[in-house]
């Protein structure tokens, strides 16, 4: 008798540690999350104005290229052959420093990218925690598509922690 009441309060506890367990974990979408912040649309916006200025840029060079190679081909049977190789090698100048900036473009491109998106994400991680804390949680996993979490019954904090940033 006296050990099935041991076994009995064992799993009592046993149950109840994980019931407390289950209720200290939350989940939340941090991807959709941050697609839904107002700071991510301005990110966004401002991004393409500055793909949009490098795009015409390279745009440009390559337009001032194909004329000038258009010009020298035209040219060429006029030409003496050393001249004709003095062209090559300045075309061919040209083709890497228009690979070089399209390079540099991209490179440009995702730094300004990282800089204008690392205080949303910053806004966003205070939200959660500060929501995490206020509902007390302990561990929030990120449901987001690819990051690992198969199964996430846990309460979801997306509504509250937009109602915290004020997104609808």
Do not use: W
């Not at 900036?101 to 991209?106: K, L």
């Amino acid at each position: 008798m006296k050990l099935l009441r041991n076994l009995f309060v064992a799993c009592a506890l046993l149950m109840a540690f994980n019931s407390v367990q289950a209720q200290n974990v939350a989940h939340i979408d941090s991807e959709q999350l941050l697609m839904a912040m107002p700071e991510t649309k301005a990110m966004e916006t401002e991004l393409k104005k500055v793909q949009q200025t490098y795009a015409d840029e390279y745009n440009a060079q390559a337009t001032a290229l194909q004329a000038k190679l258009q010009k020298y081909d035209a040219e060429a049977p006029t030409q003496t052959d050393a001249k004709n190789e003095e062209r090559r090698v300045e075309v061919e100048g040209l083709k890497q420093k228009i690979q070089k900036y399209a390079q540099t473009a991209d490179q440009e491109i995702q730094k300004k990218r990282f800089d204008l998106l690392k205080p949303i994400v910053e806004k966003a991680q205070k939200a959660v925690s500060e929501v995490a804390t206020e509902k007390g949680f302990k561990y929030v996993l990120d449901s987001s598509p690819g990051k690992g979490l198969i199964v996430f019954e846990g309460e979801d904090l997306m509504p509250a922690v937009k109602a915290k940033l004020g997104i609808q």
